[in-house]
């Protein structure tokens, strides 16, 4: 389906269809597109633009990045449909490693999406083996490989919030993207991003480019002024007052 | 895939489940899925429980069914995948009957909602035959059967705004279950439950079983206490203002 240019939601509606294409290949569950449905809601009630919390995050989360030793993307398949591109291009810059992770775990979804990260041009791409279990969690969830076992930042672009929890209790710093400001991931979180993914991905490699000859002392100073929790009860005030007639 | 007992968000995910497996069958139509995730959003924001403003809307449109000479409870898709036997016994407690009625229509999808009704213990099911058009509305979603054509009063779970305004145009009562406070359809509606619909039938079945024996004036009584404009702006201002976690 061809959306007209004069159409005012052509971005939104474009970025639906691009999920609805991922769906039919395979790299989607249904579950991600009620999932997406829900980000849509909060991502109209926050104007369907970065806020200023949202952008003060992802710098945040670009130097976290840039500061790990060994920093992983974690990669599920709404995020590999909307924004394969950018994953790759994000790895590349941040220097982190990439894993196709999911929630709804199928041998077959998990191949395809991690064909679609190589065709956008990704190198090694993890998770197609899990080597390791996550402590504390029941199940195909808790299995993971090498990128987010070793990692000591992981971005969890549209994660589940059990699987937050679990990376938080294994020390590691986690970012998430998150449009639900009230989800368990978005608390949990280090740092999170309430934005949509395919802005967010966009801005983080934009600060990762600007960011990447400073040294550690300049990140390390950007990380001690981000406060996540104010920054989070912002982004809720945000959404609750867009609420309006 | 099933979702662990420690999950503390099992509830929420398993509703998802079964909006899928919904789907899967063929009673849930794409639109539907994205649908439900609006409204996740709007759950979330409102805490993910019946507030006090859904509890007196359900009471209200429990006396309001009971009071009903031709009382009808319209079903489309993610209501026959979420609650087929709460629909079922909504309907019989209320004296209520059912129609299937849809946005996104097709015979097969109207059969299957009908086999899972009767499979949920339904008697009669209209809808699978239409007989009458609704005035004002063009195309198929005009088409209507017996059971809403003639009721004085009708609960239409999740309903679009259009339809629920040209039922109105015919001198109807209309009760609507709908998250989003902000919705034509919950702005038309005469009682409009800003609740889950997973949460409101089941709370419905409870009032109309205490109000059963009562006589005409008590739910009369109800009903003239109950201010519908007032009750959404309450809900409204929860949504904005948030609830204390």
């Not at 060994?70 to 394969?84: E, K, Q, Y």
């Not at 996550?134 to 059990?162: H, S, T």
Request: charged share 30%; with cysteine.
């Amino acid at each position: 389906m061809r959306i007209p240019n004069s159409h005012p939601r052509k971005a939104s509606l474009e970025v639906r269809h691009g999920l609805t294409e991922g769906y039919k290949k395979g790299l989607v569950a249904e579950a991600g597109l009620i999932a997406h449905g829900r980000g849509e809601c909060f991502d109209y009630l926050l104007g369907e633009k970065t806020s200023l919390q949202a952008a003060t995050a992802e710098k945040a989360a670009a130097a976290a990045l840039l500061s790990a030793e060994n920093p992983a993307i974690s990669v599920n398949g709404n995020t590999a449909a909307l924004v394969p591109g950018g994953s790759v291009n994000l790895a590349r810059v941040t220097g982190s490693k990439l894993e196709v992770n999911l929630f709804y775990r199928t041998k077959k979804r998990e191949g395809l999406i991690g064909k679609a990260l190589k065709k956008a041009g990704a190198g090694k791409v993890y998770g197609l083996s899990k080597k390791h279990r996550i402590p504390g969690l029941g199940g195909e969830r808790a299995n993971v490989d090498d990128a987010i076992w070793k990692a000591d930042v992981v971005l969890v672009p549209l994660e589940d919030g059990d699987r937050t929890e679990a990376l938080k209790r294994m020390g590691k710093t986690v970012i998430a993207v998150d449009l639900n400001p009230l989800s368990r991931t978005a608390r949990k979180a280090d740092i999170t991003i309430v934005d949509n993914v395919v802005r967010a991905i966009p801005n983080m490699i934009k600060h990762a480019r600007q960011l990447k000859g400073k040294d550690k002392k300049q990140l390390a100073q950007i990380l001690k002024n981000f406060d996540n929790k104010k920054n989070l009860e912002a982004s809720e005030r945000l959404i609750r007052s867009g609420l309006k007639r």
